[in-house]
């Protein structure tokens, strides 16, 4: 089915300060294997480490249908004056009956904590209440994930409760979800 309000085609490039926020290509495999297969990036993502660059290819192969499709949209964040890939953003998970989507995002470990993602996210957000006239916006990260917390909530989320879940190898995980509506983005 094709989703007529949130059309991704031609790819929505956004530019901030100091990014640029692109869509992902098959050169980017060597940093998304990068990415994958840091056990510190997979520690709070549900998802199994990568083991071959070829997986990574083949996730940026999936990415971009997915894209092509209208199904979500997912930035590869580039510092401006380099195109190399640090991390990625992306809006999914959407409801054109509620209006909603959800954002996740990774960043580079030895750049974390200079306020990329901050950048990023708001970037995003911009685009989902702006461009795509989103009215919620959700994000859901592991209980113990205080940074990615802190992110949301400078962001003005509100933690709307937790959920639990199963990780690949069956242990419960506790998740926040967090959600921000276009009422509080736009509110001073």
């Known amino acids: 089915?094709?989703?007529?309000?949130?059309i991704f085609n031609p790819f929505p490039k956004i530019v901030t300060d100091r990014l640029v926020l692109r869509q992902m290509n098959?050169?980017?495999?060597?940093?998304?294997?990068?990415l994958r297969s840091n056990e510190k990036m997979s520690q709070y993502i549900n998802r199994p480490i990568a083991k071959e660059v070829d997986e990574a290819l083949q996730y940026i192969i999936m990415i971009n249908d997915g894209i092509e499709r209208n199904d979500w949209v997912l930035w590869a964040i580039t510092l401006k004056e380099s195109d190399q890939l640090i991390g990625t953003i992306c809006l999914w998970n959407f409801s054109i009956e509620q209006s909603k989507g959800e954002v996740g995002y990774e960043l580079s470990p030895e750049l974390q904590g200079k306020g990329i993602m901050q950048e990023a996210l708001k970037a995003v957000l911009a685009y989902g209440f702006n461009t795509l006239e989103l009215h919620v916006i959700e994000g859901i990260v592991q209980s113990e994930n205080q940074k990615s917390i802190q992110i949301l909530e400078r962001n003005k989320f509100i933690n709307k409760g937790l959920v639990k879940k199963k990780s690949a190898d069956e242990e419960d995980i506790h998740s926040c979800i967090f959600e921000l509506t276009n009422e509080r983005y736009y509110s001073k």
């Open 1 to 6: 089915m094709i989703k007529e309000h949130y």
């Open 26 to 34: 098959n050169e980017d495999q060597y940093e998304i294997f990068a």
